[in-house]
């Protein structure tokens, strides 16, 4: 069983659709914490309702960024963590964190990476330039994280129409399912095998 962990921002969708795979048995993952920026997230209920432990971690608890880097790698690394997936979490990893868990550190992207990604390119903002360019497909990308937005390594991508009549809000529903999907036949993946993540340096 793969320990893995998650940081979160809002609802966490995402991660609710990990929790549910690993709770039938189609992920072969141990979900053992949420790490969460934003004391109001509705991903903490979720973890709750699952049993699994979380932890509040912000600027407000630690104002040094530093210190709040080292506070998540440590309670990531306290958890057994080996895995780390970002689901929806809207800060930047820092550089402790990082070099930890190097090409450990899954995020997924509303769109099809590495077209509309980088700064400012979140929630309904990507759903927006996606329309405006007049692409034919949209979807989701499912990646490693490094020290750049959006630029790790591409792990797997979900296709999706982009109808004549998409709003930015009816695209983001197309492709927030497809995501549920993604990132749980990921993690499936990587936990069978399948997958195969680089080996650690050194
Ligand atoms: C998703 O669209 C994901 O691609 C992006 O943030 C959103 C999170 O949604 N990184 P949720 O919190 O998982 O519901």
Redesign the pocket.
Known sequence: MVKIAFL????????QAILDGCASGAIAADPALLICNNPGAG?LQRAERHGMPAQVLNARSHPEPAALDFAIRDALSAAGTELVI????MKKIGPATLAHYRDRIL????ALLPKFGGRGM??MHVHEAVIAAGEAESG?TVHLVNEVYDDGPILQQARVPVLPDDTPESL?AR??KQ?HLLYADTLAKIARGEITLPKPAG
């Open positions: 979160a921002s809002h609802g966490g969708s995402n991660m991903a970002l689901a929806g979490y995020n997924i992207h509303p979140y929630g989701a983001q492709v927030l995501e």
